[in-house]
């Protein structure tokens, strides 16, 4: 049986702020493929960054159910009302912060969040596009589409709890395998949920979590100053597939 999602006619709008698009839609399919896993998970906090209209956070809200607790962030204060009207629109709530990605809540939120989402800026831009008011800042990501991006892994991984999840949405010009090699090196182990090519863009969900042979290897791999090839080849195997990929429900 599928699992209800925000309804497109009931999400809010405003000029000046992102509206759902391809990106949006396969962030919400990666949660829904990883359904089963996250009812299991039974996560008591989530938190999406940088929230937009409010589609994902209140696709997250209707797929995992009102018994946890949900936080949404932008810096853009009319994409903060834009998802609370979309939230009331669909009859489920989260708790709405006007911030940059997370700032002010590193210490209340500190290893406690169990699920985070992220549609990042990810386009590749000229730096000084990077934050400026209005709603290029929803896609503008610097060289490599990267600045935004590097920026919320860290807060991420102190955000996380030790059974945390983090998706995101990547593009292959962000390279996606490096992220994943970063956060491996953070003790993390990451598989991509949904790959979707569409007429502009290659984008992979790639989900994150905490894990034990990770953490033994990255701190391997710091003392050693390498990268082991079989690493590698683990890491880039999974950016070579079906345009839209379904993870096995190993782990998590």
Known sequence: MSSRIAQIRLVSSHPEVYEPCDDSFALVDALLADRKNLLEHQP????????????????LALIVGQEAHYIATDINPHAVRVTRE???????HAELITTDIASGLEK????????????????????????REGIGSAWAGGENGRSVIDKILPVADNLLSEKGWLYLVTLTENNPSEICLQMKEKGYAS?????????????QIIKFWRDFDSQLESKGMVANKTVSS????SLLSQFHIMPFLRGSNKQQ
């Open 86 to 92: 979309t939230l009331e629109a669909h009859g489920v």
């Open 44 to 59: 008591t906090l989530c938190l999406e960054l940088g929230c937009g209209s409010g589609y994902v956070i209140t696709s």
């Open 191 to 203: 598989r991509i949920i949904v790959q979707r090519l569409t007429e502009e863009e290659n984008l």
């Open 108 to 131: 209340r939120l500190a290893g406690l969040v169990d699920v985070i989402v992220v549609n990042p800026p990810y386009v590749p831009t000229p730096e000084d596009e990077v934050g």
């Open 230 to 233: 079989r690493v590698m080849e």
